[in-house]
């Protein structure tokens, strides 16, 4: 083999230098909680949660507290993985040491499918929410751009990534204040009430029976599909210690503010005036003269889907690093630029959203409803094993109990416990067509991926023995 010439050896050592230095700028922990709520916060709780309280009524605040303690339990198992072992890769590797390569694998790829499947819908949405202001512009000019501006923002690296998805956090964090403060405002007789607040909203709290309530859980869980950013994004931090911090405020202040928000709704309007046809934020301010709401909502609305987009992307993509390190995805995918950036790896991201986004074209409305569906529940599903590789793993360190900077309460009882919720909401969803088939094609793409994970390695096997005899 013949030696490098000096002058290129000496390139590709400054490259991986600025590389290295690109993957070194750190966050501190109240950025990565900013980017977290940025992520979650989706188009989807503003309008989407008409249908949970169409469903469940008032019960829909106890719904969002037990989410909360689901979403806070599986941060709390992936924060103690994440302190103890400072391997990158996040739940896939922790998967991956408690119950073999197969479920590393079927992890990784279940989360990159649901990342992609979820940035083609909030693509689509970006676009059709863009419309309502040039009703006549080509709908795939509006996705070329959103798609184009949030692989830019991912192409400027770690920190400069962390800065916007923060702000856009702060926007839509300030959002939930205002309407909040608005509420409170108006319930407590400061503001004038142009339209009666409702006494009555709360004197029965399952109007639909505990079947509406449950049937309902999906959907609020799906609330908090992004919170494993926070995990991925682990290895970012200034300090690996402050992940738990980072995610613990993360999930409470989302608890609260899906909560207290949500309540003054159903405060403000009556729940059975409100239905999945229409945000029930709009629905509780459409009865005040509040100039421009429409076109304000509108703004949020972009921010919330182009910011959850944005670090759905940044997660996919870290994942498909850590599957290439592991050799469950080619090997180049794993290679940085100077800026610190997977740059094969959102090459391999563009070329699958670009599928998803004509997919969404191609296929009738409900159907590809049922594959976004899907998506969001092999993101619970991830949930299920993070939890599940949590009790397998915790044995090897519990000796390291004095050394370890966070342990996980209660354990093993809180993680069975939020098994057992995460397996209960996914069974509800089985009691509505709509979501039973989502559950279903969820777990067909499972099983697939499982099945493809064989078929890889007896692929490489048979490549083995090939290259083998040809050396002998």
Do not use: C
Not at 341 to 346: D, E, N, R, Y
């Amino acid at each position: 083999m013949r030696n490098e010439h000096p002058v290129k050896q000496t390139i590709k050592h400054k490259q991986a230098k600025k590389a290295k230095a690109g993957r070194g700028q750190k966050l501190h922990w109240w950025q990565l909680s900013l980017i977290g709520i940025g992520s979650v916060i989706g188009a989807g709780f503003f309008l989407g949660t008409g249908l949970s309280i169409e469903r469940a009524g008032p019960s829909v605040l106890i719904l969002y507290v037990i989410a909360g303690i689901i979403g806070i339990i599986v941060f709390s198992a992936l924060a103690e993985m994440s302190v103890h072992d400072k391997e990158s890769g996040s739940f896939r590797k922790y998967a991956k040491q408690a119950f073999g390569h197969s479920f590393g694998f079927m992890s990784g790829w279940m989360y990159w499918v649901s990342g992609i499947l979820i940035m083609g819908s909030e693509i689509t949405a970006l676009a059709l929410f863009t419309q309502f202001w040039f009703p006549n512009f080509p709908l795939w000019i509006l996705m070329a751009v959103y798609a184009a501006a949030g692989f830019g923002i991912n192409l400027l690296g770690v920190s400069n990534f962390g800065k916007i998805e923060s702000l856009f956090a702060i926007v839509k964090i300030s959002t939930l204040v205002a309407f909040v403060t608005f509420g409170g405002l108006l319930l407590f007789g400061v503001l004038p009430q142009e339209t009666a607040v409702s006494d009555t909203t709360f004197t029965t709290w399952f109007p639909n029976g505990f079947m509406g309530s449950w049937t309902a859980m999906i959907f609020v869980l799906f609330s908090f599909g992004g919170i494993a950013i926070v995990g991925l994004m682990a290895t970012e931090l200034e300090n690996r210690e402050e992940t738990p911090k980072a995610g613990g405020i993360m999930v409470i202040l989302l608890t609260i503010l899906y909560g207290i928000s949500l309540f003054f709704v159903i405060k403000i309007v009556p729940w059975n005036m409100i239905s999945e046809d229409e945000s029930p934020f709009v629905t509780a301010l459409s009865s005040f003269n509040i100039p421009y709401v429409s076109t304000l909502f509108n703004v949020i609305l972009i921010t919330a889907a182009f910011s959850t987009m944005v670090g759905a992307l940044f997660s996919i993509t870290k994942v498909l690093v850590s599957l290439a390190n592991d050799g469950d995805a080619p090997k180049g995918l794993a290679v940085f630029n100077s800026r610190g950036v997977a740059i094969k790896s959102l090459a391999v991201n563009a070329i699958a959203v670009t599928v998803a986004i004509i997919v969404s074209y191609v296929l009738p409305n409900k159907v590809y409803e049922y594959l976004t569906t899907a998506a969001g529940i092999m993101l619970i599903l991830n949930w299920a094993m993070i939890l599940g590789s949590q009790i397998k793993n915790r044995p090897e360190y519990t000796i390291e109990k004095e050394k370890t900077h966070f342990i996980m309460i209660g354990y093993p009882y809180t993680s069975y416990l939020g098994i057992a919720l995460i397996a209960l909401t996914i069974i509800g969803a089985f009691f509505q067509g709509s979501e039973r088939i989502g559950v279903l094609i969820s777990f067909g793409m499972t099983l697939f991926i499982f099945i493809g994970y064989y078929v890889m390695k007896l692929f490489k096997e048979h490549r083995f023995k090939e290259d083998k005899l040809q050396e002998e």
